[in-house]
């Protein structure tokens, strides 16, 4: 049973544009979310999260929204570069606010 | 600041031989973390320690897998007997505590079982 969904495998954007990555989740209870990046033979590493008492957060060229209502949150990155070319996770934070849920991922190709 | 760190970082094994990885979080992390990554699926939360404690091991598959985390700092996930279907990335993770939700993971140990 998978609580946290990101239904895209994969992304390709071209440089400059802006890059959407879609992240569904079942569980209402869900009250903190987060956006990974990993580059391949590494470890994930902390992009940008949301509270669930806010609808958008922003850091730089990366922008979390979250519709609770529709149980969705997106990552916009703008502009898109090669270097943000990985896999990006989406998670949650579970009921009890220790521990990570995590998506399947989806891998993003940005060609320049 | 140095990272979490982990060893090996590549591992080959038999069925039914064992294992053991060894987790070096950062430093003054009371929270430490072990998932595992199937290929294709995201990371799954398998053992959570706080300091040497553990909070969650509800997923571990508690006949074959174990974990320690004896002194409150390091860790070793160990798996006997190993089956095919171990094949994965090891991660581990930390964080300053248990409600700091932004967590940092090493590099993992990529395991293989033949």
């Known amino acids: 049973d998978q609580q946290v969904k990101q239904n895209s495998p994969s992304l390709s954007v071209q440089e400059g544009r802006i890059s959407i990555l879609n992240c569904d989740y079942t569980n209402s209870m869900f009250d903190y979310f987060l956006w990974y990046k990993k580059y391949p033979a590494e470890g994930p590493t902390f992009l940008i999260s949301i509270s669930s008492i806010k609808d958008k957060n922003e850091d730089g060229r990366f922008t979390v929204f979250l519709n609770k209502s529709a149980k969705h949150l997106s990552l916009h990155i703008v502009p898109s570069q090669p270097g943000d070319s990985a896999v990006y996770f989406c998670?949650?934070?579970?009921?009890?606010?220790?521990?990570?849920?995590f998506g399947k991922g989806t891998t993003l190709s940005v060609s320049s | 600041e140095a990272g979490v760190a982990q060893s090996p970082r590549y591992k080959i094994i038999e069925k039914r031989q064992s294992v053991a990885f060894w987790c070096n979080p950062i430093?003054?992390?009371?929270?430490l973390y072990w998932y595992q990554q199937i290929l294709g699926q995201g990371p799954k939360l398998l053992i959570q320690f706080q300091n040497n404690g553990v909070v969650d091991d509800s997923q571990l598959p508690k006949d074959r897998f174990s974990a320690e985390r004896l002194k409150g700092v390091d860790s070793t996930l160990k798996i006997q007997p190993a089956k095919l279907e171990d094949s994965a990335v090891y991660l581990c993770?930390?964080?300053?505590?248990?409600?700091?939700?932004?967590?940092?993971f090493g590099q993992g140990t990529r395991l293989t079982v033949v």
């Open positions: 430093s003054g992390h009371a929270t």
């Open positions: 993770a930390s964080s300053l505590g248990l409600r700091d939700i932004e967590a940092f």
């Open positions: 998670a949650a934070l579970n009921q009890a606010g220790t521990a990570l849920i």
